[in-house]
């Protein structure tokens, strides 16, 4: 049985890795992963042990289901309405490197309040406005993967793994922002101060000034009232976590029912043409539904690990050979590089137990800022570095050889700090 589901979940594992050379969606990949490792778990087991498990694993798979769901939702009605418009639109600096500051600090605080793929594709959209030299902008491009992800790791609700440990109990809100701010900060300062000490930009053309939208005062009312009711939701919800003990996902559904009520409210007067693209309703079509599906497989796959005692195992294993627990977590951030960070975060959640290293722990800081910056080494380590790559046609190898050694620099001069810091 062991060995059943071992073969079949890194099977699995290096479909997901290698999505891009065999050409198959890596959520159909999990999801089959998911399901055999499970089945070949329950052909092995009396259903009296492993219906049971199976109920407590998915309860847990649930919440972060459930919590992203609703994040995306908001998010995208939020963009339905411009609202990143707003900010974007602010922007006034035609020299290049000071565009890179900008467009790196955006970046940053953005993917801490919506997501690492989100703010990308925003910010990416916003320099095609700008730069028409099209390997400057690859270059900020390929900075904006570093910044956002970055951004992400500090916060609970920037980056998929960071929310996964925080719904799990492994982090807490106030300390992963207390304790990650200045290694994420320093982690996405560095390829920035790089860069812009470079003779490509020094000499790079200045950037053009964006053809203004004309937009009605009631529109940009609505995009206003909309930023205001989504941004200060999504910081409502560590708030609301705190205050009633209910678990993330409760505040993440509270937050999109009142965004849900204010756009119904802001368009019930409008012909239904015109306010369909502005309801929850069309923005649940438009969300990314296939990588709900994804976390779906792979946590269960990773959840079938933890009851057959794998992972255990091999956290006693790491700890024998490689002894020092942080090369051994700074290795898992450089392997979301090439493997998909969901999965490792979750191997590692399953490896460790909560009794041995308790809620903010050193291990789970940490895995959770090298899991989240360690993906921006290669453009295949992150949805932010996956997204951009079709949207400029970035090559993996231009890549490598332009970003990866800033990424890296960036890598360990975070975990760097985090280490001195932390003592």
């Known amino acids: 049985m062991l060995v059943g589901i071992i073969v079949i979940f890194i099977i699995g594992y290096l479909g997901i890795a290698f999505e891009h050379l065999i050409r198959i969606d890596k959520t159909a990949i999990a999801l089959l992963t998911g399901v055999l490792c499970w089945a070949c778990y329950a052909l092995n087991t009396d259903a009296a042990v492993f219906l049971p498990e199976l109920s407590h694993h998915l309860a847990g798979v649930a919440e972060i289901l459930f919590f992203l769901l609703g994040a995306m939702v908001v998010v995208e009605l939020m963009d339905a309405h411009g609202s990143f ?9 035609r020299d290049p490197r000071a565009l890179l500051w900008i467009i ?21 959209s916003l320099l095609r406005k700008l730069v028409s030299d099209l390997g400057v902008r690859r270059l900020m491009v390929g900075v904006i993967v570093i910044a956002a992800n970055a ?4 916060s609970p609700i920037g980056d998929v793994t960071t929310t996964m440990l925080w719904i799990g109990g492994q982090i807490t809100a106030e300390n992963i922002i207390k304790t990650l701010f200045l290694p994420s900060l320093v982690c996405a300062a560095v390829p920035v101060l790089c860069l812009s000490l470079s003779k490509t930009l020094r000499n790079a053309p200045t950037a053009a000034m964006p053809v203004a939208e004309i937009i009605s005062p009631r529109d940009h009312l609505e995009r206003r009232i909309m930023m205001a009711v989504g941004l200060s939701g999504l910081i409502f919800v560590p708030v609301f976590k705190a205050v009633t003990k209910l678990p993330p996902y409760m505040g993440m559904i509270l937050v999109l029912g009142v965004i849900w009520v204010v756009s119904e409210v802001l368009h019930r007067k409008k012909d239904h043409d015109d306010r369909l693209p502005l309801t929850a309703s069309y923005a649940l079509s438009r969300i990314d539904s296939p990588s709900i599906l994804f976390f779906l497989g792979i946590l269960l796959a990773v959840g079938s690990l933890e009851v057959t005692h794998l992972l255990p195992n091999l956290a006693r294993w790491l700890d024998q050979s490689v002894g020092n627990q942080s090369l051994i977590v700074l290795l898992i951030g450089l392997s979301s590089a090439v493997l998909d960070n969901v999965p490792l975060v979750a191997a590692t959640m399953g490896m460790y137990e909560l009794g041995t290293y308790p809620t903010d722990d050193f291990l789970w800081e940490f895995v959770a800022y090298c899991s989240g910056t360690g993906g921006s080494i290669l453009i295949i380590g ?15 190898v231009w890549y490598v050889k332009k970003i990866s050694s800033l990424a890296l620099l960036g890598y ?11 003592g």
């Open 412 to 422: 360990l001069a975070g975990a760097g700090v985090y280490l001195l810091v932390r």
């Open 85 to 93: 418009d707003l900010v974007t639109d602010r922007i006034s600096t």
């Open 104 to 124: 790196s600090i955006l970046a940053f605080f953005l993917s801490a309040l919506l997501d690492n793929l989100t703010t990308a594709i925003v910010m990416v």
């Open 151 to 154: 951004g992400g790791a500090w």
């Open 382 to 396: 992150s949805a932010a570095g996956v997204a951009v790559m079709g949207m400029e046609r970035i090559d993996f």
